[in-house]
């Protein structure tokens, strides 16, 4: 009997993080709010700059998607977007179906996708042998989905990210690189306050 478990993909993930990451946060004005998951993805918003706009999650892997879930909730007339890793995506593949069956329009999720658990030694995540986030995302009933492999494609993750209805769920195909941390503030309280005041105008 044949298996249907999923294989390797031929095209490999060839791009670089820190580049797109920025090319992401690009020119982002007030209606633009970030959340960015454990690990990597922190450390890429923070090499593009520093901002109050952005919720740099330190912890709570998995806890990305849903947390940008309810900031676009929230904020109907702002822009969320949530940058997560594929390890933190794979431990939350449940918030897939919430964030269909809500539909928040002004939400977008971007997946860093190395094929690999950053945080833990590098180890090969699902994705490595095939599984398909965004097919996943996409039989959820996500507005749009993709997958952006190469630098040709990199335009059209900025705009489905920044500009298109959503939910949008995007996978970029990153290289596996180790690059030098970048590390915004820690405090957990200091975080949250000039988040808040940052979309509120209140502490």
Not at 102 to 118: I, M, T
Not at 184 to 191: E, M, N, R, S
Request: hydrophobic fraction near 45%; charged fraction near 20%.
């Amino acid at each position: 009997m044949p298996s249907s478990a999923p294989t390797s993909s031929a095209a490999k993930p060839g791009l670089h993080r820190r580049p797109l990451v920025a090319r992401l946060l690009e020119g982002r004005d007030d209606r633009l709010l970030v959340i960015t998951g454990l690990g990597t993805p922190t450390y890429d918003a923070a090499a593009a700059g520093d901002d109050p706009r952005t919720f740099f999650l330190w912890g709570a892997m998995g806890g990305a998607t849903m947390m940008g879930l309810g900031l676009a909730l929230a904020q109907p007339d702002k822009r969320v977007l949530v940058l997560a890793g594929d390890g933190e995506m794979l431990m939350s593949v449940g918030s897939l179906a919430t964030v269909a069956m809500k539909r928040p329009a002004n939400l977008a999720v971007v997946v860093l996708d190395n094929e690999h658990f950053g945080e833990t030694g590098m180890q090969p995540t699902p994705t490595h042998a095939g599984v398909d986030l965004a097919g996943m995302a996409a039989a959820a009933g996500w507005a749009k989905t993709l997958t952006a492999r190469t630098e040709d494609d990199v335009a059209g993750l900025v705009e489905a990210a920044r500009t298109t209805p959503g939910p949008v769920f995007a996978v970029a195909k990153i290289l596996a690189e180790k690059l030098p941390f970048v590390l915004p503030p820690k405090d957990g309280a200091y975080l949250k306050d000039r988040f808040r005041q940052a979309v509120l105008g209140t502490v």
